[in-house]
């Protein structure tokens, strides 16, 4: 029934008013309900936010309570070091006692023979002493008719000897006879004496041995006795399977007479300048092929992003700076091409990389002239300088050394970081023994400001000295790249030889290992070489 449906007006109009109320009265109710579903959804929110922000906070107690632990563990970390630090202290003290006890005991004849001591007794039972001295006596003087004369005669041609077998000088030989067990002992002079030769002494007899050319006459002996016992005396050293002296520390003499400089001049036998020198001033050949090039690289779509950061200002720095860490290569051949020598992060396709690489070489060829047989060993020269500048540019770990940094304990671990068995010689010297063709060290000269590569390649029992120099000589004319040169270490003849790396603008990692590898790999090819058996072959890897 309707409000109209009422036919009293006060009735209809009372319904009316009271309909009116309902409906406001079910708005208000609707209104409750929409809060309510609001309400329960911002309480679901808050509750999510809530569980986030416990999460969050153990998380972080987690956190604490870990850090914590570090800490204590560091703390108990810190004292077992703290303590074996001052056990170290503690020895080393004791050690620097004991040192100086030693350094202050008078010194005794030890019961181990010396290989200098073992090659006296050899000599001492060699030589024909009685023989010797009946042609000194005639020309002795004796005026008071000194019944021991045969006894004096006898030490000082010992000491004569001894200045031949070691190359001294008359005061090198007095001071060693203050130094040296064996040699007092060959000379018959008592451990205990004060009273040794002098310098004087020993060059008085000198000049008797003028008298009638006895000294001539002496030599002619020895000679003949040193070829019966196959002996040899080569440059005041006398070298056999199991008698070896020492070498001469003295400077050559030149033709002229005058004393030779005993410096050596730091400088690698061949670089690749030197190859360029035969077709102009080498800097500007190289600034001219180099700008080409990149001008040629950037100007095709297919390789123009191998230079992509690569300026030329960075191309010929580093084409300059580090010419030498690039070690003179072997002829280009089909068997051994032109390779990408960056990373394989940093390489190209090997398409692109051809065809740089042929851009390259028909340019040396075609406009700067350089003999068609030699353009490709250039090519892979100058690229390989090209792969480092790309990869410098890409590295974000550093990847080159600043001058003041460099120190054996750098070099030390970055080959032993790199595969290599190292020993740390010195503050400024390394020894590689292991990981590479042969073992080689590493010097930091800091006069010259080079990094020195020497490798020492020993020789057989059987090998005299002589045949040693001739290998050496051979090796040097056949090896543009290597200079060898003949010495003796360790009482044992050797051959040695260096190269040199300048490092006043910095010493790139990569190149460091390659010319190090390529270094050890041209002297193991040399060894090669010798089909007489005359070195100790190079152990592999």
Known sequence: MTVAQFSDPLIAQTLEKHYGQLDTYLDDLESLEISKEESARKLVVCENALNA?????????????????????AKEANKIIEARTNELLSKIEKLKLVIKAVEEKPVEKSAKTTRRGAFLKKMDHVMPWGELISLIQPIYPNPSNNKNIDREIKQKLRLYYLQQWFNLS??????????SVSMRDFAGIAQNATNLPDAAQIEEFQRILETDDVKGKLKTKTDQLYKENSLMITGGSIIDASAVSLVSTQPKAKKDGTAAKTEKVKGNKFSFLDSLAKYGDPKELLTEIVTELHKTVVEKKETRHYLFNSSVENLLSDQFKFVSYVFPKEKITQSNPITQTAPPAMRIGTGPFDEIAHALTFMLVDWFKVERKIAPTMTAHILELVEETRCQIEDFTQSMWKPVELKGELLDRFFSQKGYITRKVSESEVAIIGGAELPFNIIIDTVTKNLVIKAMCKANDWSNLDEIQTFANELNEKTPALHFE?????????????????????????????????FTLAIAKCLEQDERNLMVKAAGK
């Open 170 to 179: 008359n005061i090198a030989l007095e001071e060693l006879l203050f130094d």
């Open 486 to 518: 003949v010495e003796i270490v360790n009482l044992k003849p050797v051959m040695t030889t260096e190269y040199y790396l300048p490092y006043r603008r910095g010493v790139p990692h990569r190149l460091l290992l390659k010319v190090c590898k390529a």
């Open 53 to 73: 922000i416990e999460l969050e906070l153990a998380r972080y107690t987690a956190k604490k309570v870990t850090a914590l632990n570090e800490r204590n563990t």
